[in-house]
């Protein structure tokens, strides 16, 4: 079914999906960008994907914070008297997902945006919603620095549990996968798991994404071994514990909610702060400076040549990186 938007003209493609379509639109009358998503029935089961855009209009309105991506319209698109199709208008982000291979940040800033996204999952749960989709997919960084937090389609009420199984597996808490009440600590442990894909470039071992089958819906949230894999220890400490408390299995051990995470955020930003820069180690006896290397090259081409020039080979303990 062809799709015309009065008063808007498509500016690019921004995504697809099974029977969803994401586009930049610019309303004509005002020269305002949003992003649209464009959703069309073709069988029976894709009636879905409309209940999704209805549940992000219906949550996303009723929540007005900045780093939530505001919803301002749904529209459906009937033909003889039958919906097939919607139209849902959403604020457009002039930015990229963490997700994105591009995506460099030095560790600060890194922690300074899930400070962020944490503040506005705070906004949703004291709404009484909770995301139950984080994932470095649904979190964006604009071109300002602005933070957004992304796709409300699977959010569900605080202190309920969902009808199915929703979510990325790398990302869904243990009671979600169970199918248990979800609360803030569900999404505790989607941002803790988001933190570290993003850190890592791996997804965190979790009892889920070690065991589940695609094949086998019996083995889910069972686990293969009863060790759970360690965050890396290439982070700092602090940045490792707080990943860990985020992410524990039991939701009474997890960090308890938003203002907490955001605690701890600081906290770790503050020690990485206090740490001094490592001195740069001076040039020793068997490595002196360039200029000397190339004087006594030039100079004294019969010791190079009996093996007797100095070694000029780089110590790799000497690197570290950009901070």
Known sequence: MAVDIPNYRIIEKLGVGA???VFRARDMRTGQDYTVKIVKIVKPEDAGFIELLKAENAIGSTIDHPVIRK????RLLRQRFRVRGAILFLEYVNGSPLGDKEFRRPLDEVLAIFGQAAGGLHAMH??????ADLKPNNILVSQDGAVKIIDLGQSARIHEA?????????YMAPEQVQRGKLDQRTDV?????????V????AIATEMNQTVSMHSQSLVGRRISEIREATVHELPTCVTRLIDDCCHPDPSSRIADMPAVIQRIELARTILASRPE???????????????????AVADPVADALGLADDDSTDVDDFRPDR
């Open 71 to 74: 919803v301002y319209e749904l």
């Open 126 to 131: 004291v709404a009484g919603w909770v995301h």
């Open 189 to 197: 442990f989607g941002l803790g798991a988001t933190l570290h894909k």
């Open 19 to 21: 029977q969803t379509r």
């Open 162 to 170: 969902k009808a199915r199984v929703q979510g990325t597996i790398d």
């Open 278 to 296: 490592p001195e740069p180690s001076p040039p020793s006896e068997a490595q002196p400076e360039a200029r000397e290397l190339e004087r006594s």
């Open 199 to 202: 850190l890592i470039g791996k």
